[in-house]
């Protein structure tokens, strides 16, 4: 019984020597660095109304958009129009939906689906992941049809700079999107 004991207090020692020594430092604190947090824009910044139209020359389809901060903030998001098939649709950033994000120097509130216009933008941000969900509902008529968006942690991007924003979540509610012909 002796013999067990010292062999378990031996065992017990050198278990407490070793961990001693690989938990020896040069007696500097190892502090780690926090993760930057990374600035959030929250859905409720946009709350100045919101829209939808036809598609933005160079992507066929529709466009959604939301104005925030006393219309100098402007979000759009623009998608295919999934052939024609009704209901909700999930979509992945830079994969069926674009998404930007403009800062304009005066209050905008029609620069999304306007064809004239002089607004100056002072800052651009591109999405370059998140979700997306699109509602399409039926045709109206030619191709109008009402839409709705819902996004979810989506990163923007500074297209002219390093800065990065995320976006929570935003809905943007049911809107007549497409042309009226004439």
């Known amino acids: 019984m002796k013999y067990r ?8 020692s050198l278990l407490c020597l070793v961990s001693g020594l690989l938990a020896c430092s040069d007696g500097e604190p190892v502090v780690q660095e926090p ?15 919101f829209g939808a139209c036809g598609g933005v020359e160079g992507f066929e389809g529709y466009q959604a958009y939301s104005y925030g901060r ?21 979509l992945s950033v830079g994969q069926g939906a674009l998404i930007d994000l403009l800062v304009f120097e005066d209050p905008s509130p029609t620069y999304f689906c306007d064809d004239v216009g002089a607004e100056v933008v ?18 109206i008529e030619g191709d109008l049809r009402e839409v709705e968006v819902r996004l979810d942690r989506v990163l923007f991007e500074e297209v002219d700079g390093d800065g990065q924003q995320l976006l929570d979540h935003l809905t943007i509610g049911r809107s007549t999107a497409g042309w009226l012909p004439g």
């Open 5 to 12: 004991r010292r062999t378990l207090q031996t065992g017990v």
């Open 35 to 49: 993760e930057p947090e990374l600035p959030i824009l929250q859905g409720s910044e946009f709350d100045l109304g």
């Open 70 to 90: 006393d219309d100098l903030l402007g979000l759009r998001v623009s998608f295919g129009s999934r052939d024609g098939e009704e209901g909700w649709h999930v």
């Open 122 to 139: 002072l800052e651009e941000w591109e999405a370059s992941q998140g979700t997306v969900q699109v509602w399409l509902g039926p045709f």
